[in-house]
C-alpha cells in the first residue's frame, strides 16, 4: 500500500477479528505514527500503518458484506 493517503478521521470504524469492531479516538495524518482505537470500552495504542492497512480495509469488507 502506498504511504500517501487521506486523513483518517477520529471515530473512524475498523474491524478486527480479535477485537471486534471498533473506533479511532484519534485522527491519523501520517503513516509513521501511532493512534487510539477504542475496542469494547477499551483503549488501544496501536500503529497507524496497522489500521491503514489491515483495521480499515476489515471493516470496509464486512460492510460490504
Do not use: H
Amino acid at each position: 500500500m502506498s504511504t500517501e493517503f487521506k486523513v483518517i478521521q477520529p471515530t473512524t470504524t475498523v474491524y478486527c477479528p480479535e477485537r471486534g469492531e471498533g473506533w479511532t479516538l484519534t485522527g491519523i495524518t501520517d503513516i509513521n505514527e501511532k493512534t487510539s482505537v477504542m475496542f469494547n470500552g477499551k483503549r488501544f495504542t496501536v500503529d497507524a500503518r496497522e489500521v491503514v492497512e489491515i483495521l480499515l480495509p476489515n471493516q470496509l469488507a464486512r460492510a460490504e458484506q
